[in-house]
């Protein structure tokens, strides 16, 4: 079983923000697989699928950032999902746009969805794909530069990143985690 969960906030408001990639991520996994994120369960939208043998479930949790964790360990339990089983994508702003990062495990590096699964969860044990979305290139508090949309010059980077997620994510349901994050941490 795998467990994916793509962080953001509901409405349309929030739609194409730098805070949102995780959900823009788990979108495109969807379509490009032609499932669909139409049940509303678990203070979420969800949809359990099959790839290659393997169980997968994808969620979008609706609580709102702050409160994802909420979301998912309502999820987790009903259907007795392992921590290791789980896979955490979101946004990361000491990356740059373009740019992903897998990681086993960690801390939640000032990312509030991520102290919310983390306090929700009780471990810091679940995987992680991080999504680079820069830092403000002008002086802006942090809440309106990731409550804001990506700028022109970067919509063909975060495509990119979107993309890499996508085939990272696919990778999974195939190989251990170490093998995939061996693959798609590289530099570029």
């Known amino acids: ?82 921590e290791e089983d789980v896979l955490v994508i979101y946004d990361d702003l000491d990356l740059p746009p373009g740019r992903i990062r897998l990681r086993q495990k960690g801390g939640h590096g000032g990312h509030n969805g991520i102290r919310s699964i983390i306090d929700q969860l009780g471990t810091k044990g679940f995987k992680r794909l991080r999504v680079g979305v820069g830092r403000p290139s002008v002086p802006m508090s942090v809440v309106d530069y990731v409550l804001g949309t990506f700028d022109k010059d970067q919509q063909e980077h975060v495509q990119e990143a979107i993309n890499q997620s996508v085939k990272a994510c696919e990778a999974w349901f195939e190989q251990p985690f170490a093998e995939v994050m061996n693959t798609f941490n590289v530099k570029s």
């Open 1 to 82: 079983m795998k467990c994916i969960v793509g962080l953001g906030n509901p409405g349309r408001k929030y739609e194409k923000t730098r805070h949102n990639i995780g959900f823009m991520i788990i979108d495109e996994l969807a379509q490009q697989n032609h499932w669909t994120m139409e049940q509303k369960k678990f203070k979420g939208l969800f949809t359990i699928e099959h790839m290659n043998g393997e169980k997968v479930l994808l969620l979008k949790p609706q609580t709102y950032m702050n409160l994802s964790g909420d979301s998912l360990r309502l999820f987790m339990d009903y259907y007795g999902i392992e």
